[in-house]
């Protein structure tokens, strides 16, 4: 009896061993297959020295990118203020005065360098062999090389360079024209529903105005289309050997210019006296010689008249 109960509970403990080794067992592979089952279903991460020069070089293209930004927002700015550059109306002017050993030669070697860049000749002064003067109008746009070539006809002896910007000048004219151009029409509609004759006379007198002011418009803008387009360029030149030609606006202010000038303002008063003197003094000479005689005799003759008769009872 002892013996089969120890029998039995050797075999009941047997089991429970089995069942429990079965247990750990299926976890076991319960926890593999649900890890494998894991790494199918998630992502498969990078190599880690990919990753890693992954995560280096972003970071290199955030830094690229925010330069690039900054380049083309700046190459942006550029091109507006370049652009607002060439929109803007300026007119320039420039003054050179230039020694040279043929001035005549240097003359026309100016006139044909402002022909070919595209402009003319305004006008032009030569003196002989000694200096002349010469106004160019050359396009704006290139009139900068042509000031050059100018230069290199001799020796500069002075330049100045002037610009003004008639931008707001030319925006406003073309503004008023079209509200010039805007009021003409209303008034011209006026015009063509007036049915009494006071109404027309008065219409057409305000009409002929505004035409007037269109009219005026106009010409401005045509004037300042022409000096923005053309800058203008004033050339002196003279020989080598002569001392540069004096100008109005070299000429200091103070008691010595007032002095000079009105010393040159006495001459000159001077001056146009003895010549109007000069000139008549052939006909007083004249007028002297026929004129003296003849009142002379004139005064005979009225001093015989007056004289007394003689008394008849002496």
Known sequence: MVRRRTVFGTTTVALVAVIALAGCGGSDDSGSSGGSDAAVD?????????????????????????????????????EVVSAAARDRSIIYTVDLTISTDDVAAAANRAAA?????????????????HDAVLTLKIPSADHHATVAELEALGEVTS???????????VVDVASRIESQRASIARIRALLADATQLADVVSIESELAGREADLDALLSRQE?????????????????????????????????LAGLSGGWKAFVTVGGGFLTALGAVLPFAALAALIGVPAWQIAKRRRGQRAAPLPDSAA
């Open 113 to 129: 360098a402002a022909v070919t860049a595209g402009g003319y000749v305004a006008n032009e002064q030569v003196n002989g062999q």
């Open 42 to 78: 998630a992502p498969a991460p990078e190599a880690p020295a990919e990753g890693d020069g992954g995560g280096e070089a972003a970071p290199q293209d955030d830094g690229g990118d925010a330069d690039a930004g900054p380049r083309s927002e700046g190459g942006v700015l550029a």
């Open 223 to 255: 004037q300042l289309a022409g000096l923005t387009a053309m800058a203008t360029v004033t050339l002196h030149l003279y020989e080598s050997s002569d001392a540069p030609p004096a100008r109005a606006d070299d000429d200091d202010g103070g008691f």
């Open 159 to 169: 330049r100045s360079r002037g610009t003004e910007d008639v931008t707001q000048e």
